[in-house]
């Protein structure tokens, strides 16, 4: 492809025939340091106080923005473009070559010819890798990247199995009872996934998160799986409820493929532009389908 990006490393040249969720990001590294503690109080924020959680239907152009901030070009680097069907408008590709005037990957005339050569998905990865968030709202795209088939096919339905029942996080839970109710849609529609993805990304308790990309193995929506002897007590699903857990261990293999899930996730996250959970709202009144939370 174009330019030293598109230049593979002796360690992507088996890529292609790995499994999706071991195509991660560099791993990340345990903090240490005098920031530490500000780090975690600024996360702790982020997940503490009164939240109202917004239960509506995505758009579409919501979820192609979603899908867009997970792409590998996002997220890594690598000559490999996500697999996904992308509408890539003529206009986009002539003002993203416009804006890469003067960059040395597209010195020459012959880049500009190679790029519009390509794809859809691997001007799309281009696209991402050079220009991040800018362009996310400028593309449409239709189909999954691996980051959500993956989350799709291994990882929602274990939660939705474990926390989405009816005495639990279900549809028909009572909402002021368990705080947040988690989209169990029997046609698995891509509002009901990306909406959940939002929600779990959102969500904590006491300031954890129940993603938590810097420190993995502490993501609450691994601990919650776990049998309470094999969890730390601050990471342990808070009420009287005792849960019957999905895993045994660390080391079931579906525990260890959401982990490898959690790992793959751009770290720090980008701004999805769409929040389900609204924190510090409780003035204003609820919308149709809301609950003010404690």
Known sequence: MVG???QPTANESDSRAAPAYF?????PQPTSGP??????????AMFEGPYRVEERKLTNKEISRIRYMELRGMRMRTTQPDRVT???????VDEFLVSMEGHPDFAEERNRRDFLKQTPPQKLHAI???????????VEILTDPEVYAEFKRNVLPPILRSCATSGCHGPGAPVDQVKFRLFKDPKKTNSALYGNFILLNE???????LINRA?????????YLLPESEVRPELRHPGNIKLKPLFRSRSAMGFKRIEAWIASLRNP???????????????????PGDQFLP
Request: charged fraction near 30%.
């Open 35 to 44: 920031g530490d503690e500000a780090d975690e109080e600024a996360m702790r």
């Open 203 to 209: 969500l904590g308790h006491k300031g954890r998160p």
């Open 215 to 223: 420190q993995v193995s502490n993501s609450l929506m691994l601990t």
């Open 128 to 138: 991402a890798f050079y220009k991040r968030e800018e362009f996310a709202d400028k």
């Open 269 to 287: 996250p980008s701004d999805y532009g769409v929040h389900l959970v609204h924190r510090g709202e409780t003035d204003a009144p609820p919308g």
């Open 86 to 92: 992308v509408k890539v408008p003529r206009e986009i």
């Open 4 to 6: 030293a990006m598109w």
């Open 23 to 27: 195509l991660v990001q560099d791993p």
